[in-house]
């Protein structure tokens, strides 16, 4: 399980971001989500800091996404 956790991650990072709808990056947020949330009870269970790492990417990576959705404030 471990392994394709990890491989489904890979290929999340390396998946290119530039071109995509609304509904693509709302559909990205939610999967980059459920790999982290899945990946951190891995997590702690073994606290291997290679998963860390993969979690932090993937979190900016989220991040990115998120704040394109999100917009800049009117104000």
């Known amino acids: 399980m471990t392994h394709e956790l990890l491989a489904k991650a ?5 998946r290119p971001m530039s071109h995509m709808s609304t509904s693509d990056r709302v559909e ?11 990946i951190n009870e891995i997590y ?7 998963l860390m790492d993969i979690m932090k ?3 900016a990576k989220k991040r990115k996404i ?3 959705l ?4 009117l104000v």
């Not at 947020?29 to 899945?38: D, T, V, Y």
């Not at 702690?44 to 290679?50: E, F, Q, R």
């Not at 999100?70 to 404030?73: A, D, F, L, M, V």
Request: aromatic share 4%.
């Open 28 to 38: 990205a947020s939610r999967e980059a989500k459920r790999l982290i949330l899945s």
């Open 57 to 59: 990417s993937l979190t």
């Open 66 to 68: 998120e704040k394109r």
């Open 10 to 14: 890979e290929e999340f990072e390396s």
């Open 70 to 73: 999100n917009g800049t404030p």
């Open 44 to 50: 702690k269970k073994t606290k291997d800091s290679k």
